[in-house]
Nanobody, 124 residues
Framework: QVQLVESGGGLVQAGGSLRLSCAASGRTFSSYAMGWFRQAPGKEREFVAAISWRGGSTHYVDSVKGRFTISRDNAKNTVYLQMNSLKSEDTAVYYC?????????????????WGQGTQVTVSS
């Protein structure tokens, strides 16, 4: 079992940056692929980014490519989401999630464990 705790959210102006962190419990963190999702009010939860077990493979939704970077530090049991050039449409609650596989990495059903979320608000 993995427990996930996100941090780093907040209020930022458009064009600014934030770095989200997701700390995982357990000694098997490196065996999980990790993903970041977000959910805006009134909308479905959507895929943002994913990273493979050792970080050698990453995937992004088109809307964040070139602005967001996902990374992980297995020694610290932590996955990060660096968000630059933020836009008002990035406003959402951001969730990290852990998956035993990395098949359909963009699907919420692929992930067995979820954090509680952290709010990101981008003011225009």
């Amino acid at each position: 079992q993995v427990q996930l705790v996100e941090s780093g959210g907040g209020l930022v102006q458009a064009g600014g940056s934030l770095r989200l962190s997701c700390a995982a419990s357990g000694r098997t963190f490196s065996s999980y692929a990790m993903g970041w999702f977000r959910q805006a009010p009134g909308k479905e939860r959507e895929f943002v980014a994913a990273i493979s077990w050792r970080g050698g493979s990453t995937h992004y939704v088109d809307s964040v490519k070139g602005r967001f970077t996902i990374s992980r530090d297995n020694a610290k049991n932590t996955v990060y989401l660096q968000m630059n050039s933020l836009k008002s449409e990035d406003t959402a609650v951001y969730y990290c999630a852990a998956s035993n596989t990395m098949g359909s990495y963009y699907e919420t059903t692929e992930y067995a464990y979820w954090g509680q979320g952290t709010q990101v608000t981008v003011s225009s």
